[in-house]
């Protein structure tokens, strides 16, 4: 893969920063993206990959700047754009925020990062945490005699250090999980998804390896268990802590984990789910400058806003309603974690917590 990695500023129309890391590209290349993305702009035009003669852009936009990867040859396209979002994580986790000002601020440690992420055009470390180590945005002493890595580069366990001591061990969990919904007027439910995720605060001492069990359908299916109170997951995603040739053979999560906070996993269920928040609302205009809103189920809310005198022959859109909430110790899905073992050399006990949130995500109901 032989890319540049650019970081431009789409109001100057300047290439803030860059790297070739293959020295087989003519840089002046990327002066043609700008222009190209003004043009799709005026046309009203959007693609995330352009191409000028035998160059390709791949490129994403945080903020004020665009995060653009170049190459020439046909490229695996997810793994750059993977790669393009996972160093913008870097840099916020550097510099809070990712925007042109903490770019030139921190030139040379940008220069580090870039150098570090990526080598002859194939991803590296891109784990913020294991980065820190040996990066960081304090001056540098000059060290006599060779620059030796850290443990976690080389170790077969890049995301944890080795020598992590706690007086108290404890592994925190969330399952946290969040409903997607759109109702229509009528009250059918027209989409419906649960998107969930496995979240963990780590603080445990040495090399501990986890063992997380779940009621897993296909677990059940595999053992021959009553199957009632089961989960089928779906788009499963692991941290790349976890052994996946175990849980291919016997659906065991086992894992060492990264210290401190990390996402375990995430999944997603296309299942029909019940409204867990149900609103009935009449709309009623008295005058021009007046509208009043009546909504209600089990409680009732009635609500006068006073508007600018308007008066219009158009039928006006009426927007879905937004709810926002949070239900803690409950899951929509019936997710259960059955157990969570932790295995230490040492031998040392260690307390896990479990704690299970249901939240809103895009939960919008239609009015009448």
């Avoid at 996972?86 to 903490?102: A, D, R």
């Avoid at 009732?300 to 600018?308: K, S």
């Avoid at 409950?330 to 479990?354: D, H, M, N």
Wanted: glycine letters at 6%.
């Amino acid at each position: 893969m032989n890319f540049i990695n650019v970081l431009q500023c789409p109001l100057c129309r300047v290439v803030l920063i860059s790297r070739n890391y293959m020295g087989n590209m003519d840089m002046n290349k990327v002066d043609h993206f700008m222009p190209i993305m003004m043009r799709m702009e005026e046309d009203a035009d959007s693609s995330p990959l352009v191409t000028h003669g035998s160059a390709h852009f791949l490129w994403i936009k945080h903020r004020n700047l665009y995060l653009v990867a170049m190459t020439k040859k046909n490229a695996n396209a997810a793994l750059v754009y993977s790669f393009l979002y996972k160093m913008v994580e870097v840099f916020k986790e550097y510099f809070k925020e990712l925007e042109e000002e903490s770019i030139r601020d921190n030139f040379v440690t940008v220069y580090e990062l870039m150098d570090e992420v990526m080598d002859f055009g194939f991803p590296q470390t891109t784990d913020s945490k294991i980065l820190q180590e040996y990066i960081t945005q304090q001056g540098h002493k000059l060290d006599v005699g060779a620059p030796r890595p850290p443990a976690t580069v080389t170790n077969a366990v890049s995301w944890r250090s080795e020598g992590i001591k706690y007086r108290k061990n404890e592994v925190f969990m969330d399952v946290i999980e969040s409903v997607n919904l759109l109702v229509s007027a009528t009250g059918s439910v027209l989409r419906s998804e649960i998107v969930g995720s496995i979240k963990l605060k780590v603080v445990l001492s040495g090399m501990p390896e986890l063992r997380l069990g779940l009621n897993d359908k296909v677990l059940f299916e595999i053992t021959g268990r009553e199957k009632s109170k089961t989960v089928e997951l779906e788009d499963v995603k692991f941290h790349q802590c976890v052994r996946l040739s175990r849980f291919e053979n016997d659906r065991t999560i086992s894992f060492i984990p990264p210290d401190g906070e990390s996402e375990l996993m995430s999944y997603r269920l296309n299942t029909t789910v019940k409204p867990l928040i149900w609103i009935e609302s009449v709309i009623e205009k008295f005058s021009h400058s007046r509208v009043e809103i009546k909504g209600g189920k089990e409680y009732m809310m009635r609500a006068h806003f006073g508007l600018p005198s308007v008066e219009s022959t158009e039928l006006e859109g009426r927007r879905p309603i937004t709810v926002n909430f949070e239900i803690p110790y409950f899951t929509v899905s019936g997710i259960q974690v059955r157990y969570l073992k932790i295995i230490e050399k040492s031998g040392y006990e260690a307390l896990p917590w479990v704690r299970y949130i249901t939240q809103s995500g895009d939960y919008q109901l239609r009015t009448n």
